[in-house]
């Protein structure tokens, strides 16, 4: 379960004013549904909201717990539970082959080589990627590499998978792959997307405005309430 | 970010007898010639281990031994420069000792990166730093810091190429002064999605081996 009790993020205004520029104001969310879609427009929040999650920003007030683990104190178990999908994955694959990427990231908890070369295997297998596990990361397509930086990510094992616009660089057919090989996961997911088809297929969203979640609840509402927002001529003269 | 292709080019998968030797005589190898190059300077020994590096380039399959002139499309012009002062200064034999040398040298380590998994130079580095554990220091993220070094050579070759290709695209492609910001940015960019990638697995938390029995055989 992953809780958010109060938690905003603020950073020194960029400008020099003194005060302080809110990138997430404080929130109070318990997220336990399966899947949970989070939208809004470009610097909203969203990836704040998301990096929130797995420790990789940090609140300046309030706190987030993941199983009842503090994302900041505890940040190392957090991360044994949340695992991160980035845009491109091409800043997320490390090594240069496809299945030394999965060992690196069992090399937590494999230390012998030939099993973990095994364990590699078996999970690229899973997803259907046992056929790449021997191609360079940089000779894939942009749904494979980013299949590939999702077994990297699921090979740790973590119950929940947080993916920051997971599709956005994607065609069409590896974005309908990608949002459906997701949804097979039994792994909770939370995700951020552009992609409101993608957004309506979830149990719940949250829209993020400016910085504060605006909806919390049905997707297809939400996505409504997105459009409004997106699309509301008064928002854009200001 | 292009350039990525020149990282894949570290490694050309094989089953050769090359391929196949363990890691600790591949780095044997190496090191004893180059003690031999520095030991017994000679136009000999220069030939003899060019030879050698050529003998185990074409045992280690075609497609390695189709790689062997690769560097000399960049290096050609410094092997050049140093060729014709050497020959200049000290003579032909002097020329040819300390290019062949060179490009022996060069050539015998590109083997080893050619005929050996990323992730085997990186358990390997970890094992023999394994002793920079007594001041604190972990081994492991040692080697993982070695092998990123690597992955971003490439990466930031990708880099300057882009940032080149945009300035030429506003015709302010003469002035390199232009290039270097965006260069810098690109590359500090790099190297926080690279930690954040990093982080985000928990490969930092604990670096990338720790708290499991060492079975590594």
Redesign the interface.
């Known amino acids: 379960m992953i809780s958010f009790h109060e938690a905003g993020v603020s950073v020194p205004d960029p400008a020099g004013t003194g005060a302080d520029a809110v990138l997430l104001e404080p929130a109070t969310l318990e997220l336990a549904e399966q899947r949970i879609a989070v939208i809004g427009a470009n610097g909203s929040g969203k990836s704040t909201l998301l990096r929130l999650v797995n420790g990789l920003a940090r609140p300046t007030s309030g706190r987030v717990t993941v199983d009842g683990r503090d994302t900041v104190r505890e940040v190392a178990a957090v991360r044994r539970r949340v695992g991160f999908l980035f845009s491109d994955p091409l800043s997320q694959l490390v090594m240069p082959l496809v299945r030394e990427d999965v060992e690196l990231s069992l090399k937590a908890t494999i230390r012998n080589k030939a099993r973990r070369r095994e364990a590699a295997l078996r999970h690229l297998g899973t997803l259907g990627l046992a056929h790449l596990a021997e191609r360079s990361v940089h000779d894939l397509s942009g749904g494979e590499r980013q299949l590939v930086a999702l077994a990297s990510v699921l090979a740790t094992g973590q119950g929940i998978l947080v993916a920051d616009e997971p599709t956005t660089l994607l065609d069409l057919r590896n974005n309908v792959l990608l949002q459906d090989t997701l949804y097979g996961l039994g792994q909770q997911v939370v995700y951020a997307t552009h992609d409101l088809d993608f957004a309506a297929r979830a149990d719940r969203a949250l829209v993020v405005d400016a910085g504060r979640i605006v909806h919390d609840g049905d997707p297809h509402e939400a996505v409504d309430r997105y459009r409004r927002l997106a699309l509301d001529p008064q928002r854009g003269r200001r | 970010?292009r350039g990525?292709?020149l990282?894949?080019g570290?490694?050309i998968?094989g089953r050769s007898p090359v391929h196949r030797a363990p890691l600790w005589l591949k780095y044997l190898v190496l090191v004893a010639c180059g003690a031999a190059l520095v030991l017994w300077r000679s136009p000999g020994t220069t030939a003899v281990l060019l030879s050698l590096g050529l003998v185990l380039f074409a045992l280690a399959g075609r497609r390695v031994l189709t790689a062997w002139a690769a560097p000399l499309r960049f290096l050609w012009w410094i092997l050049l420069l140093l060729g014709v002062y050497q020959w200049w200064m000290n003579g032909p034999w002097a020329a040819f000792m300390v290019v062949g040398g060179m490009l022996a040298a060069v050539q015998l380590a590109r083997l080893l990166l050619l005929t050996t998994?990323?992730?085997d130079l990186v358990?390997a580095l970890g094992r023999v730093s394994a002793p920079l554990r007594v001041i604190g220091v972990n081994p492991?993220v040692v080697a993982l810091a070695v092998?990123?070094m690597l992955?971003s050579i490439p990466a930031m070759l990708g880099c300057i190429a882009d940032v080149a290709d945009a300035a030429r695209a506003r015709d302010l492609a003469r002035n390199p002064v232009v290039l270097a910001g965006p260069v810098v940015v690109s590359a500090v960019a790099?190297a926080q999605?690279?930690g954040?990638?990093?982080?985000?697995?928990?490969?930092l938390?604990?670096?990338?081996?720790?708290?499991?029995?060492?079975?590594?055989?």
Request: charged share 30%; glycine share 12%; aromatic share 2%.
């Open positions: 970010m990525h292709a990282l894949i570290l490694r998968p998994e990323q992730t358990d492991e092998g990123l992955r790099f999605q690279t954040d990638a990093l982080a985000a697995r928990g490969i938390d604990h670096g990338p081996g720790d708290g499991v029995p060492d079975d590594d055989t």
